[in-house]
C-alpha cells in the first residue's frame, strides 16, 4: 500500500490493482445506485427504501464526509480508472480498537478475483497504523457464501457472542484482529 504524499494520508490508498479514494459526491451515478438496489439483500441497508434516488445517495455521502469515526473509500480500478465498488468502516472507535466494516464489490466483472482481501488487507492495515485499530468486525448473511469465504480468506473467523446488534435475523458476525 503507498500513499499518497500531496493528496493527504487517507485520500488515495494504492493497492495492486485499485485505488481507494476518499468517497466524495462525483462518484454519484446511476450506476452506482443500481449496485446498492442489486446488493440490497446483503448489504446492511437500514430500510428498503434508503438511498432509492440519486438525492438520498448524495445525502448519505455527504453526513459522512470529513468524519474521523466513518473510513468511506471508493474503489476504483488502477487501469481503467473506472469506480467499481466501495469499502466502508463505520464506526472507527479509536478508543477501543474496533472498526465495523462493509464492503460493495459493485461491478459484478470483479467478483471473485480476490478483491474484497485485497481492499481489506490494505485498509485494514491503515486503520492499525493511523488509528490503532486492532479489531475489525462485520456482520454478514448466512446466505452469502461467498462473503463469508472471501473473509474467511483474510484472517477473519466466525464468533458466536455477539459485539454489535444484529440488523438482521440472518446475520452472523465476523472478526479479525490484528
Ligand atoms: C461478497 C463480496 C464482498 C466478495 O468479494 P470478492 O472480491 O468477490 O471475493 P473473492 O474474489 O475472494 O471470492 C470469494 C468467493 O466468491 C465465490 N465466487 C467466485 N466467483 C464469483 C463471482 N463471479 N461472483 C460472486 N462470487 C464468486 C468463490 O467461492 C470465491 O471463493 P474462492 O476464491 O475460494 O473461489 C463481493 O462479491 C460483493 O461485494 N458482493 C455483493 C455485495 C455483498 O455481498 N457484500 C458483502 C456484504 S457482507
Given amino acids: ?89 463505520e464506526s472507527v472507535d479509536v478508543q477501543t480498537g474496533v472498526a465495523v466494516m462493509g464492503i460493495l464489490v459493485g461491478d459484478q466483472a470483479f467478483r471473485g478475483k480476490g478483491l474484497a482481501g485485497e481492499v481489506l488487507l490494505a485498509t485494514a492495515g491503515w486503520l492499525k497504523i493511523h488509528r490503532a485499530i486492532h479489531t475489525i468486525v462485520l456482520g454478514v448473511s448466512v446466505k452469502n457464501p461467498a462473503a463469508i469465504c472471501a473473509y474467511e480468506k483474510v484472517g477473519f473467523v466466525l464468533e458466536d457472542k455477539l459485539l454489535v446488534v444484529k440488523s438482521h435475523l440472518d446475520q452472523v458476525l465476523m472478526v479479525k484482529r490484528q
Avoid at 476518499?22 to 443500481?34: A, E, I, P, R, T
Avoid at 459522512?64 to 466501495?86: M, P, Q, T, W, Y
Fill in 1 to 89: 500500500m503507498s500513499v499518497s504524499p500531496e493528496r493527504g494520508p487517507v485520500l488515495a490508498l494504492r493497492t495492486p490493482r485499485f485505488w481507494l479514494r476518499l468517497m466524495n459526491l462525483s462518484v454519484v451515478s446511476q450506476q452506482y445506485l443500481d449496485w446498492i438496489h442489486v446488493a440490497s439483500e446483503f448489504i446492511n441497508v437500514k430500510t428498503p427504501h434508503d438511498n432509492q434516488r440519486l438525492d438520498d445517495l448524495r445525502a448519505y455521502i455527504a453526513a459522512r464526509e470529513g468524519r474521523h469515526d466513518v473510513l468511506f473509500l471508493a474503489i476504483v480500478n488502477a487501469e481503467s480508472g473506472k469506480h467499481i465498488g466501495n469499502i466502508k468502516y
